[in-house]
């Protein structure tokens, strides 16, 4: 157990739909990063977040968008939902704004978009 | 730009020694290894900074070539623990977006 909560575990939808996922991350870690993984894919980089702040962003779509809150949740938006987005959501937390720290995952949010 | 890892695929036998490499076009700032198994979060092995030394603990360990920008995780006397997909991640500098390599898929068998 990595210390990093996410909900749901499991989300099935219809194309067009929008979902939110959330995102928990360990006591103390400023950092949160959210990432896609497609099925037997690799683990793209969508978005950092750092104490409430966007730090870095990767190959987000414009349909999606994210934010963390003061209490430093963060919760990944996803709307327009296309067959394609369907894949596992991780999000992960480290305690410092720098990835010379650990990045510790959660679980993963599995998304299915029927 | 997503970095290129060798090999896609292998398949040890118990107590062998593996090489997977991870190679960027990219100046590189940092490497990041990951162990990821079917259906699980990844885990996260170690980190090599630009500058720094070889890493490793128990018999996993990496390097960080800068001037070839290329990244090498060495497992040794492998157990069946190892198997998964092994992922290396990369950052050009502090702020910039992650990158996950290709990934290399490893089997170890008794």
């Known amino acids: 157990d990595s210390g990093v909560t996410q909900t749901p575990k499991h989300l099935i939808t219809a194309t067009g739909q929008r979902v939110t996922l959330r995102c928990s991350p360990r006591s103390g870690d400023l950092s949160v990063y959210w990432y896609q993984q497609s099925l037997d894919q690799g683990l793209q980089f969508l978005i950092q977040?750092?104490?409430?702040?966007?730090?870095a962003k990767g190959n987000i779509l414009e349909r999606f968008s994210a934010q963390q809150f003061p209490d430093l949740h963060s919760e990944l938006n996803l709307s327009s939902l296309e067959l394609g987005d369907s894949a596992l959501y991780f999000c992960?937390?480290?305690?410092?704004?720098?990835?010379?720290?650990?990045?510790?995952f959660g679980p993963g949010t599995r998304l299915l978009v029927l | 730009q997503q970095p290129v890892q060798s090999p896609q695929a292998v398949i040890l036998r118990e107590g062998e020694d593996a090489v997977i490499n991870c190679s960027s076009s990219k100046a590189l700032y940092s490497v990041h290894w990951y162990r990821q198994k079917h259906g699980e979060a990844p885990i996260f092995l170690m980190i090599?900074?630009?500058?720094?030394e070889q890493k490793g603990h128990d018999k996993i360990s990496a390097s960080f070539n800068e001037k070839k920008q290329q990244s090498s995780l060495y497992l040794t006397a492998s157990q069946l623990s190892y198997s998964g997909t092994y992922f290396c991640g990369t950052e050009k500098k502090l702020t910039s977006p992650f990158a996950f390599g290709t990934g290399t898929k490893l089997q170890v068998i008794p």
């Open positions: 992960a937390s480290s305690v410092v704004d720098s990835t010379r720290e650990t990045q510790y």
């Open positions: 090599l900074l630009k500058g720094g």
């Open positions: 977040y750092y104490n409430g702040e966007e730090r």
